[in-house]
């Protein structure tokens, strides 16, 4: 059964990079043919996609996100990460990664399953 | 950017209704609709892919229908565990997810 699991400081300051790295299990993020992505929450509100990366390195961003945001993999270790820079308190959110269903060969369709737990990042100094 | 309109934003209803919430896209997405739960301190869960395709393990009391701009999400007979708030999401292109609909037990 495959199952994520997000790591990362739940304290960031403001101007400074948000780091994150998202652990698979029960099952290969390289020999899957999915992307993987993350995905935001702030409290009380809705969901947002920050972005997505395939194994091989090719990513995929959300344009309104695109200037801070870098998203890696390290199929060695089955992990995939985000970094958030310039955060500022509109970044507190609870973080979920998630696999996403799209594949290289459709850049439409998809569904994000199954996904993490979810870690809260607070933005303060 | 393709934006998604949910309504209501909150609905009240009882154990063992049937209910209906709606998702609006900006644009047409063809069938590149999925629907989530999602409940309080949880990652949300998915219910229906391609717009009326069941996930598996979901019960068969959640349906989907829909193409183009207007979907819907069908719960026949609300049971206690349905007490959500239910997010629709389009991947026609950017990924995005619709402002939610909050279910309350009434």
């Known amino acids: 059964q495959l199952q994520l699991q997000e790591s990362g400081p739940g304290l960031a300051k403001p101007s400074e990079t948000l780091s994150l790295t998202c652990t698979v299990s029960g099952g290969s993020i390289s020999r899957s043919i999915y992307y993987w992505g993350w995905i935001r929450q702030p409290p009380g509100k809705g969901l947002e996609w920050i972005g997505s990366?395939?194994?091989?390195?090719?990513?995929d961003y959300n344009p309104s996100l695109k200037s801070r945001v870098t998203i890696s993999v390290d199929p060695s270790k089955n992990q995939f990460s985000l970094k958030l820079s310039s955060v500022t308190a509109a970044d507190t959110a609870v973080y979920y990664c998630?696999?996403?269903?799209?594949?290289?060969?459709?850049?439409?369709?998809?569904?994000?399953?199954?996904w993490g737990q979810g870690t809260l990042v607070t933005v303060s100094s | 950017d393709i934006q998604m309109t949910q309504s209501p934003s909150s609905l009240s209803a009882s154990v063992g209704d049937r209910v209906t919430i709606t998702c609006r896209a900006s644009?047409?997405?063809?069938?590149?609709l999925n629907w989530y739960q999602q409940k309080p301190g949880k990652a949300p869960n998915l219910l229906i892919y391609?717009?009326?395709s069941l996930q598996s393990g979901v019960p068969s009391r959640f349906s989907g229908s829909g193409s183009g701009t207007d979907f819907t999400l069908t719960i026949s007979s609300l049971q206690p565990e349905d007490f959500a708030t239910y997010y629709c999401q389009q991947t026609y292109s950017t990924p995005h997810f619709g402002q939610g609909t909050k279910l309350e037990i009434k």
């Open positions: 990366i395939y194994y091989s390195g090719s990513t």
């Open positions: 998630a696999r996403d269903g799209r594949t290289p060969y459709s850049s439409r369709g998809g569904w994000f399953d199954p």
């Open positions: 644009q047409s997405i063809s069938s590149y």
């Open positions: 391609a717009a009326s």
